[in-house]
């Protein structure tokens, strides 16, 4: 059962010694988590790991112990602290409470930032919060490393979840202009960043010469946007 101090998740989270202590928020763990899970024991992090070890592999696929632990904390208005399960030494190292790992390094102001990146990814109307809700972590795009300023994603990551390029080129293939096809055309090969924005809206390139076409765009903005299909990755 969960416990609100003030009846309020955001009440909760307005002072500091609460935003760390799970106490303030939740009297135990397990009516949390899937039903077959394990019975869990304790009153912090390290209730969850002393049985999972921080992934430091972060595959490219969905990792749904570490998106748990990060999406409902990081909604605006909940906004637990970081530090209530991470230990942070700015610009050395990023470590979970109770472990040894190193999850990576984040400075001062890359925290800020990333931060900002959680609230997005917890609930923004963008592509990253869609796959935050498919439980897909930062690390399961950004190869296993703690982001920072100025990072991106390479098309191979993205096509390890979505299939190869002629797949995902039929998936796209418009029925009347055939020819029209965001994924192959005369442009060759190009970065899905240049169209799907992760932390920000989607943006249609062939549109910014092709000004007659009528493409839609999923997480676009305006006339381009279209509704996630909710179609399955490959
Ligand atoms: C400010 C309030 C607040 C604090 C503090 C807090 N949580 Fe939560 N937590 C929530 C809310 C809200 C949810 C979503 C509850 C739900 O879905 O019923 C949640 C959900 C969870 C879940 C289930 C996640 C899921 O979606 O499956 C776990 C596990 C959890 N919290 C662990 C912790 C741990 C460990 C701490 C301390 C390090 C902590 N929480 C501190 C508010 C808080
Ligand atoms: C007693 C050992 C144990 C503890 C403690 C524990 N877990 Fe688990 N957890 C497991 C096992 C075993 C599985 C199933 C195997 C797997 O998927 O890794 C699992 C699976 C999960 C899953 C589903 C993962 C998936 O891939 O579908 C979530 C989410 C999860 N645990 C969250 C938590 C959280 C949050 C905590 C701490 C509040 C926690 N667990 C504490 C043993 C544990
Ligand atoms: C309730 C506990 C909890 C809170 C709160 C929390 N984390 Fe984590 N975080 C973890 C655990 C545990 C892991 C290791 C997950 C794994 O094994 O993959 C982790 C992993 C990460 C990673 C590694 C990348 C990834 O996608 O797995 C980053 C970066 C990170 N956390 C940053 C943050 C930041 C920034 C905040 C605050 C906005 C935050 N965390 C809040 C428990 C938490
Ligand atoms: C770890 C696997 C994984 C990675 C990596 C990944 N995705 Fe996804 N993506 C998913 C899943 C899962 C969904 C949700 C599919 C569903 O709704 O069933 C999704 C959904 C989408 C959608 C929405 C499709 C729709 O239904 O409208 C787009 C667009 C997308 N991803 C693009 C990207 C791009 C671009 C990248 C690289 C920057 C990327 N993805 C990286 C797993 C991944
Ligand atoms: C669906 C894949 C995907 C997921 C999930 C994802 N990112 Fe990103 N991220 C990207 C892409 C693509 C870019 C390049 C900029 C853009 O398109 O928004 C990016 C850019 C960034 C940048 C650089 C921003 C800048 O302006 O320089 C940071 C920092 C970052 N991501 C952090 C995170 C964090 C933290 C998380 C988890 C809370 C996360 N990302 C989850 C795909 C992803
Ligand atoms: C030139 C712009 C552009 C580029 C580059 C691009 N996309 Fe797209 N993408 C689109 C548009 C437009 C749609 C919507 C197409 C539609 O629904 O008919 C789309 C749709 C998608 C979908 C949803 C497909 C479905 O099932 O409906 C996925 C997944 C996707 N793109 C992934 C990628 C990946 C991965 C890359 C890089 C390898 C990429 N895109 C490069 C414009 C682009
Ligand atoms: C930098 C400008 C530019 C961009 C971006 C661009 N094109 Fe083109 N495209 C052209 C030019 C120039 C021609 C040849 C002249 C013409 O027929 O309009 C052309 C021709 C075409 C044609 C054949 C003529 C027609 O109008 O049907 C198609 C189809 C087409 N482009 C599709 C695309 C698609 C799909 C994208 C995005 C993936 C794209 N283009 C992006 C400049 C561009």
Redesign the pocket.
């Known amino acids: 059962m ?1 416990v ?2 003030g009846g309020h ?2 009440a ?2 307005k002072d500091s010694a ?9 009297s135990e ?1 397990s009516s ?3 039903k077959a899970h394990p019975p869990v024991t304790g ?3 390290t ?2 790991t002393k049985c999972h070890a921080p992934d430091k592999e972060a595959k490219a696929k969905p990792k ?1 112990y570490a ?3 990060h ?3 990081a ?1 605006p208005g ?4 970081c530090l ?2 991470h230990t942070w030494k700015p610009g050395k190292t990023l470590g979970v ?1 109770g472990t040894k790992a190193n999850l990576g390094v984040l400075s001062k102001e890359g925290m800020e930032e990333t931060k900002k990146i959680f609230a997005s990814w917890s609930s923004s109307k963008y592509l990253d919060a869609h796959h935050g809700k498919k439980n897909v972590t930062c690390s399961a795009c950004h190869e296993g490393k703690v982001p920072e300023q100025g990072d991106s994603v390479e098309n191979a990551r993205c096509l390890a979840c979505h299939g190869d390029e002629e797949k995902l080129a039929k998936k796209t293939e418009p029925k009347d202009f055939p020819d029209r096809n965001p994924h192959k055309s005369h442009l060759g090969t190009v970065n899905c960043t240049v169209c799907h924005g992760a932390h920000k809206a989607s943006k249609i390139y062939c549109l910014d010469c092709h000004k007659n076409f009528n493409m839609k765009i999923p997480f676009g903005e305006g006339p381009q946007a279209k509704p996630a299909a909710g179609g399955k990755a490959k």
């Open positions: 969960l609100l101090s998740a955001g909760a989270s609460s935003k760390q202590s799970c106490a303030a928020c939740h763990f949390l988590l899937p009153k912090d992090v209730a969850c749904p998106a748990r632990l999406l409902s904390h909604q909940a906004e637990v602290d209530a399960c409470k």
